[in-house]
């Protein structure tokens, strides 16, 4: 029906969603909210490397419309910086971020 992968990022009190997948025939029904809050809710109590900081934030990237406009809707906002380039040397777009 639909999964996805979340790690603390490189940042000590950052949170990264690598992917949420959710079948199309299982779509609007709130699977992707569902996989959306429980990786959020598994992030914010994950310690890195033994360090007290709890993960305050997420943030993702995604080239996808129909992400993007999920991602908004789940309370993600575009980040300010766009000058981030990616592997190939273009400018990444759909940055976003959320405070948990």
Known sequence: M????TQPG?????????RVSVD???RQRGVGRALMDGAE??????????????IMKMQ????????ADFYKANG???RRWYWV?????????G??????
């Open 2 to 5: 639909g999964t996805s992968w």
């Open 95 to 100: 940055w976003f971020e959320k405070d948990l």
């Open 41 to 54: 809710r598994w992030v914010v109590t994950e310690v890195k490397n033994g360090s007290t900081n709890k």
């Open 60 to 67: 993702l990237k995604t080239r996808n419309g129909i992400a």
């Open 85 to 93: 380039l990616d592997f190939f040397g273009l400018p990444l777009p």
């Open 24 to 26: 199309a025939s299982a």
């Open 76 to 78: 993600y906002r575009k």
């Open 10 to 18: 490189p940042e000590t009190n950052v949170g990264s969603v690598w």
